[in-house]
């Protein structure tokens, strides 16, 4: 592989990762620009490392990996509080998890499903809270207790 190849895909693994990270900092949440763009540059150094090695069953297992440890990563800031009722750090985990994904895309050089990922986690980011906020006050019923 080239290594403007090499530069690309592993540049757009930190850039998205990165990115998701500011949206993340800017919502004064626990990962940030650093966090999630390591977590992006991570997962596709490790799939550029096997992706030439002509076995397709170690880029399988390299990428089974890669979302296993990042699952335990994001497992890390999820907290429950009020005795179990109330649970902060999903979304970050999820990000966490999300990037590790790109971060893969990108290493294999999936540029379509890198540019769509990102422009839907953007939106859902963006404009899910407020969605999830208008739909609970319309559709949540009072409890009878």
């Known amino acids: 592989m080239e290594m403007v190849e090499v530069i690309l895909r592993v540049?757009?693994?930190?850039?998205?990762?990165?990115?998701?990270?500011?949206?993340?900092d800017l919502h004064g949440k626990p990962t940030g620009v650093r966090t999630l763009g390591l977590v992006g540059l991570g997962s596709a150094v490790a799939v550029l490392a096997v992706s030439d090695s002509h076995d397709v069953s170690a880029v399988g297992r390299v990428i089974q990996g890669i979302l296993?440890?990042?699952?335990?990563?994001?497992?890390?800031?999820?907290?429950?509080?009020?005795e179990g009722?109330?649970?902060?750090?999903?979304?970050t985990a999820a990000c966490a998890w999300l990037t590790a994904c790109i971060g893969v895309?990108?290493?294999?050089?999936?540029?379509?499903?890198?540019?769509?990922?990102?422009?839907f986690a953007f939106v859902l980011l963006t404009f899910g809270g407020r969605l999830e906020k208008m739909l609970h006050s319309r559709l949540s019923q009072p409890d009878d207790d």
Do not use: D, M, P
């Open 11 to 24: 540049g757009a693994a930190v850039v998205a990762g990165a990115a998701l990270g500011l949206n993340r």
């Open 85 to 91: 009722k109330q649970i902060h750090g999903l979304t």
């Open 68 to 82: 296993t440890g990042i699952g335990f990563l994001g497992a890390g800031v999820i907290i429950r509080t009020n």
């Open 105 to 119: 895309t990108c290493g294999a050089g999936e540029w379509r499903i890198v540019l769509i990922s990102v422009l």
